[in-house]
């Protein structure tokens, strides 16, 4: 998602001030001295709590927004509103601790008001606080106008057999989301939502930032430290992601990961006289493959009028095995689609089928809860990754190297390797990211970070948390969950006392120091 170790001398010029603040590189607080844009308006803002709207928040959840540049290059061109929530410090506060859950894509606040209670613990020093980030949720969430079966990173590649027709209709859906997603699309990525969170840190009354980010949460708090290596306060991130790996490389390595977790669950489940495929391990994982194959086929009706296929079953599959806590539900889904041929199990595992709305949005104020598009989340994770990426090979790069990628993704995951072979074709059409993030986020001379790697993670393996740690430099601690599941906090008890005594104590482990696995947590 995803050099020695040693601190980097920072020196900074007038000259070179400039240009590190247009990149998002300075800190870019007050202009000085006619350098860089005046952002002092921004950062001189203060938060107005109040209920969280929309249905079923928790009474205690309380909903602010700050207001950010759309252009940090040109603050006057417009603005947007972001969405936070909080949860108060219920001991002695020292502040505030900033979320993010991930994605890139995912809502903070609907993920903090159904998880709270795992977070209750760092209310006893601070306010807990998450946000939508920029073109995500109620933060001017851009869509693609379409139907979630048409995003290709919800739904697999268009066409293997065909690149030049897939990359047609991947150019085609580029530029349908930037017709639709509105004049966020351009400013959207991790590079300006580490300069908002800086914005948020001053706005929250915080003079360092104390953070958390779960799995791409990761790359976002490591790019904020190699953005403001002077403001971080404590941070820990949990499922690490890479900063170097190209996007072929995350999509195999994503393969490879759920295969294993793939394995591991049919593993438990042929132990269950209820598993709906037997009690031989092998056979078992013949038959996904062939019910996969099956739908791709032949796709199932659905009540919603929308076809759902094989590659709508791995998207499924692939949620429930983030966390072993899902499972038992990942079963009883495959049961009623096995023997009843009810899809209800797992149409609810991989939210297809809804509607939303087609309009393009101008960005400024906070949507409500209830017109956040329904293919918000995809057309995010793709703008965002795309923008986080320089590498956009031709049409003839990809034609050439599309067989030999197949068979590789093929051999990692006869699974899920055509659904993450995608991520070959995701950027396709959309202009080059940036590539600050693989240049200049590493040695950063910041305080501490604690890194937590899960060894059977399926989404973020573990090496991504190495290979982070030496590229961050002396600032990283790196904590071994020898667990499962794709991050640590939520499951393994060890790891959550570890992290919450680092970020309410400042006490870090050791690094390489480890957890034991820990499946009842």
């Known amino acids: 998602m995803l050099t020695p170790h040693g601190r980097r001398a920072v020196t900074t010029t007038a000259a070179t001030a400039a240009v590190l603040a247009l990149l998002g590189a300075g800190m ?23 209920a969280c709207p929309g249905q079923d928040m928790p009474p205690d959840l309380q909903c602010g927004q700050v207001t950010v540049p759309l252009d940090y290059a040109r603050p006057g061109a417009g603005t947007l509103d972001l969405a936070l929530a909080r949860y108060r410090a219920t001991g002695r506060s020292h502040g505030s601790v900033l979320l ?31 946000f939508d980030p920029r073109g995500v949720g109620r933060s001017s969430p851009v869509t693609c106008g379409a139907g979630t079966d048409d995003v290709p990173a919800a739904n697999g590649p268009a066409d293997e057999t065909d690149p030049r027709a897939a990359l047609a209709r991947v150019r085609q859906l580029a530029e349908r989301c930037t017709r639709h997603a509105g004049p966020v699309l351009p400013h959207i990525g991790t590079i300006n939502a580490s300069r908002d969170m800086d914005v948020m840190r001053q706005a929250l009354g915080d003079k360092k930032l104390n953070y958390l980010g779960f799995s791409y949460g990761t790359r976002l708090g490591a790019v904020y430290a190699a953005q403001f290596p002077h403001n971080v306060g404590r941070i820990a991130l949990d499922g690490v992601d890479t900063l170097t790996e190209p996007l072929a490389e995350q999509g195999l390595a994503g393969a490879q990961g759920q295969q294993r ?21 092998r056979s078992a994982r013949d ?44 079963e009883l889904a495959l049961s009623q689609l096995v023997d009843q041929g009810d899809l209800s199990g797992v149409l609810r595992l991989s939210g297809v089928g809804v509607s939303l709305p087609v309009g393009p949005r101008a960005p400024g104020g906070l949507v409500g809860p209830e017109d956040v598009p329904s293919d918000n989340l995809p057309a995010a994770l793709m703008a965002i990754n795309c923008a986080d990426d320089p590498d956009r090979p031709s049409a003839d790069r990809i034609t050439q190297d599309i067989g030999r990628l197949r068979a590789q993704y093929q051999q990692a995951s006869p699974v899920f390797g055509r659904y993450r072979l995608n991520q070959v074709l995701m950027c396709y059409g959309r202009p080059k990211g940036t590539d600050f993030i693989r240049e200049r986020v590493k040695n950063v001379p910041s305080a501490k970070m604690l890194l937590v790697g899960t060894r059977g993670d399926p989404a973020t393996p573990y090496r991504w948390t190495v290979e982070t740690a030496r590229r961050l430099g002396s600032s990283a601690v790196v904590l071994d969950n020898r667990g499962e599941g794709h991050t640590g906090y939520s499951t393994s008890k060890c790891v959550h006392e570890k992290v919450d005594s680092f970020l309410l104590y400042g006490t870090l482990p050791s690094d390489g120091s480890s957890c034991g696995p820990d499946v009842s947590y």
Request: negative net charge.
């Open 261 to 281: 977790a793939l394995e591991d669950f049919l593993d438990w489940c042929v132990k269950d006289l209820a598993c709906p495929f037997g009690q031989d391990a």
């Open 28 to 50: 870019p607080s007050v202009a000085a001295a006619g350098v860089g844009p005046d952002l002092s308006r921004f950062y001189h803002q203060k938060i107005t709590w109040s």
């Open 287 to 330: 038959q996904v493959v062939r019910l996969v194959d099956l739908l791709d086929r032949e796709p199932a009706p659905t009540d919603l009028g929308m076809p759902f296929t094989g590659q709508d079953l791995v998207g499924a599959i692939g949620q429930a095995l983030f966390t072993r806590q899902l499972w038992s539900t990942l």
């Open 100 to 130: 993010d859950f991930g994605g890139p894509g995912g809502p903070g606040i609907p993920l903090l008001a159904a998880e709270g209670k795992d977070f209750m613990g760092l209310t006893n020093g601070y306010d807990v606080v998450t």
